[in-house]
T-cell receptor, first 114, second 107 residues
Framework: KAGVTQTPRYLIKTRGQQVTLSCSPISGHRSVSWYQQTPGQGLQFLFEYFSETQRNKGNFPGRFSGRQFSNSRSEMNVSTLELGDSALYLC?????????????FGQGTRLTVV | DAKTTQPNSMESNEEEPVHLPCNHSTISGTDYIHWYRQLPSQGPEYVIHGLTSNVNNRMASLAIAEDRKSSTLILHRATLRDAAVYYCMTSYDKVIFGPGTSLSVIP
């Protein structure tokens, strides 16, 4: 079956702009989580959605937001981009939330803010 | 603050067992313990997870300390394809990743 698909794969934005990233989970998976990966901070949890409800949130400012649609596809949005937002953004899908079941990661979206 | 620690790097000879440790001293009673591995330019790949009891699957074994403040991922016979960065992660209300251990496998 198809894996987790993230679009776009690469993105270059200017400081102050906003960006929307998309994640299509594995069919049948109801949970989607988002992560930021940087060389300095490693993997950091952004938020998790399950059946269109945000179930869990990491320690990121309100500029980072997300949503999940009825078909389980998810988007995350970053407003007023800063240079420090340059990172690999990963999403993962799983059948259940809160770590009950294994997560499958996409290949990520590489965001560069200039 | 919750903190998870792992050694920065480890080395193993091919076909020998590897024990990758992780300390998650602030784990709560409901947190699951997960292990993922990541190759360059790829997303993390699931290895194994558990709650309290030791777990085995076709890839690896997970040994969880009785107090759950530490765990060990065991690769029974390391192969060259096992060279990757291994992350432990705890999850329930808070999702915390360790910094990762870069595993090198020597032929």
């Amino acid at each position: 079956k198809a894996g987790v698909t993230q679009t776009p794969r690469y993105l270059i934005k200017t400081r102050g702009q906003q960006v929307t990233l998309s994640c299509s989970p594995i069919s049948g998976h109801r949970s989607v989580s988002w992560y930021q990966q940087t060389p300095g901070q490693g993997l950091q949890f952004l938020f998790e959605y399950f059946s269109e409800t945000q179930r869990n949130k990491g320690n990121f400012p309100g500029r980072f937001s997300g949503r999940q649609f009825s078909n389980s596809r998810s988007e995350m949005n970053v407003s007023t981009l800063e240079l420090g937002d340059s990172a690999l953004y990963l999403c993962a899908s799983s059948q259940w939330d809160r770590g009950y079941t294994e997560a499958f990661f996409g290949q990520g979206t590489r965001l560069t803010v200039v | 603050d919750a903190k998870t620690t792992q050694p920065n790097s480890m080395e193993s000879n091919e076909e020998e067992p590897v024990h990758l440790p992780c300390n998650h001293s602030t784990i709560s009673g409901t947190d699951y313990i997960h292990w993922y591995r990541q190759l360059p330019s790829q997303g993390p790949e699931y290895v194994i997870h558990g709650l309290t009891s030791n777990v085995n699957n076709r890839m690896a074994s997970l040994a969880i300390a009785e107090d759950r403040k530490s765990s060990t991922l065991i690769l029974h016979r390391a192969t060259l394809r096992d060279a990757a960065v291994y992350y432990c992660m705890t999850s329930y209300d808070k999702v915390i990743f360790g910094p990762g251990t870069s595993l090198s496998v020597i032929p």
